[in-house]
């Protein structure tokens, strides 16, 4: 089976909160900040939940690798993904509340106008 025949079925458009979407009045273009904001405040807090878990669950591993000496090696490397895990949402976080500060400042602006 081709690449092409096994994946035709995932050409479908995808959309998001930017999708633009025709309704019966003009404002069909414009961008609900407040969404955004709220949307990107979400993500952040996801992102946070998601660095207390790998971070609880890589101390969980380093706790293993001293109780089951047999098997440390094994307990160490998962330890050292799930903080390489945790690096990676507190990022993620990070980034979501940047991009939260930024719709919420222009949802101030469009406000305002």
């Known amino acids: 089976m081709s690449l092409e025949h096994h994946h035709h079925h995932h050409h479908h458009r995808h959309h998001n909160m930017f999708s633009q979407h025709k309704e019966n009045n003009e404002k069909s273009s414009t961008v609900d900040y407040k969404k955004e904001a709220k949307h990107h405040k979400h993500m952040e807090h996801l ?13 969980h591993e380093k706790h293993q690798a001293k109780k089951d000496p047999e098997h440390a090696h094994k307990h ?3 330890e050292e993904i799930a903080m390489t895990a945790a690096v990676a949402s507190a990022g993620f976080a990070l980034h979501e509340h940047h991009h939260n500060k930024q719709a919420k400042k222009e949802a101030k602006r469009h406000h305002h106008l």
């Open 47 to 59: 992102g946070k939940l998601s660095v207390a878990a790998a971070t609880a669950y890589a101390l």
């Open 76 to 78: 160490k490397i998962k």
